[in-house]
């Protein structure tokens, strides 16, 4: 547990702040004292992605600080969506699937706070449909409801946004989103004397809203931190690829996919990303890798950037997994090194992959894999020696597959020069 600096003096020099409600106050506040904060997750999928590590380590380095974190599961709130900032209405999922992403992110979640038996200030996982379940509407209207005036919440950014540039409508159940939110921080302070709010740049109006109903009922200063919304250098949101989400679920996306999207960052976000996704001085960083090579030290940054991050969110064993498997690819490791879970990972996302379900000849297995356009092409790279099946290099134009090409009985790694792997699938 850390003790030497105070919490946010930390994550204010780490670059972890938005915007800080009643700033001044907070520090004075938490100078001498360890306090419980939440922050909210709503189960809208299965998994959470990268883009909500920032919060999430946010709350991390306060519980490193001695404070305890309070985890929000949205149950209730995912039932009507967050229309903060987004052009239209959120599909609505059945009760089935809700719940189903409910049960994961809580398991997902416990595993970031309370992976050790270690830690005494260990989270505590709540869900705000254990509260919303039993409120009435007259009940949440008349206790509720008439703290609010329409004609500030019409004006917040995200509604003005919908209602007017995007000439966007929004129903009245998205519109009443920011009072459940309220609400929840409202049933958090009563319950376990919350003080603070954590939320990303999108949350600002939500988090207002909570912070501000409480001073109306209670009389009582709280307060509220968003974390700084990250974009990827082509303008698309954090931990988006195209139309692919990094997810944090390693059955969404395997960690060697995980592990390639921060090796893959843009050269002018590493130094940052350290500083936010680390717990490392970015100081420290430069004093280590100080080479001439100005190309060697960012890849040698983005390295230690996504061993590390690969570790808090898939574990020490994922990670020596996904090394075995980079190491072989990139020309540092033997196949010999590659064990089955290595292979699943490879079939899953990391490499292109084919599926056979009998033994063919490997000209037609490099037309079928893409790595040739034709069985002619096929022949003349063969014969040059640039086809190599699980290492070894074959020159024989008609050679046929066989079951001692199969490695765990079911795969065999076919590459094409350095660098353009396949993985073969053999479903026999």
Request: hydrophobic letters at 40%.
């Amino acid at each position: 547990m850390i003790k030497e600096i105070n919490v946010l003096h930390f994550l204010e020099k780490r670059g972890f702040f938005y915007q800080i409600y009643n700033k001044l106050n907070l520090y004075e506040y938490i100078k001498n004292k360890n306090i419980f904060l939440y922050c909210g997750f709503d189960p809208t999928a299965s998994s959470l992605h990268v883009g909500h590590l920032l919060p999430i380590l946010c709350l991390k380095h306060f519980q490193n600080f001695g404070h305890t974190p309070i985890v929000l599961v949205g149950g209730a709130t995912s039932l009507v969506g967050d229309p903060s900032f987004r052009i239209h209405e959120r599909p609505q999922n059945s009760l089935d699937i809700l719940q189903h992403n409910q049960i994961c992110l809580e398991k997902q979640l416990s595993f970031f706070f309370n992976d050790s038996s270690n830690i005494i200030n260990k989270a505590i996982i709540v869900n705000n449909y254990s509260w919303f379940k039993d409120v009435s509407i007259l009940y949440f209207l008349k206790k509720v409801g008439i703290h609010f005036s329409i004609n500030k919440m019409i004006h917040k950014e995200s509604v003005k946004k919908r209602l007017i540039e995007q000439k966007n409508g929004m129903s009245f159940t998205e519109f009443s989103y920011s009072l459940l939110q309220a609400y929840d921080f409202l049933v958090l302070y009563k319950k376990y004397g919350v003080k603070l709010q954590i939320g990303g740049s999108d949350q600002g109006g939500n988090i207002l809203s909570g912070i501000r109903l409480i001073r109306k009922l209670y009389k009582e200063e709280v307060f509220g931190i968003t974390n700084p919304l990250l974009v990827m250098p082509n303008g698309e949101k954090f931990g988006k690829t195209g139309n692919n989400t990094i997810w944090l679920d390693s059955t969404r996306t395997s960690p060697y996919k995980f592990y390639q999207f921060w090796v893959n960052i843009s050269d002018s976000d590493v130094n940052n990303f350290i500083q936010l996704f680390t717990s490392i001085n970015i100081q420290l960083i430069n004093f280590k890798f100080n080479s001439v090579n100005i190309t060697d030290n960012y890849i040698n940054k983005k390295v230690f950037l996504a061993e590390f991050v690969t570790k808090f969110v898939h574990g020490q064993k994922a990670l020596n997994s996904v090394k075995r498997i980079v190491y072989f690819l990139f020309g540092r490791g033997s196949i010999q090194d590659i064990k089955e879970e290595d292979f699943t990972q490879l079939i899953q996302d990391g490499i292109p992959s084919a599926i056979c379900s009998e033994y063919i000849d490997l000209s037609n297995a490099l037309v079928k894999t893409g790595l040739s356009s034709s069985l002619r092409q096929a022949r003349n790279m063969i014969i040059s020696g640039a086809i190599r099946i699980n290492s070894r290099v074959q020159t024989k134009k008609e050679y046929f597959f066989n079951k001692s090409d199969l490695l765990y009985n079911k795969y065999t790694l076919l590459c094409r020069g350095k660098k353009n792997y396949v993985l073969i699938f053999w479903k026999i």
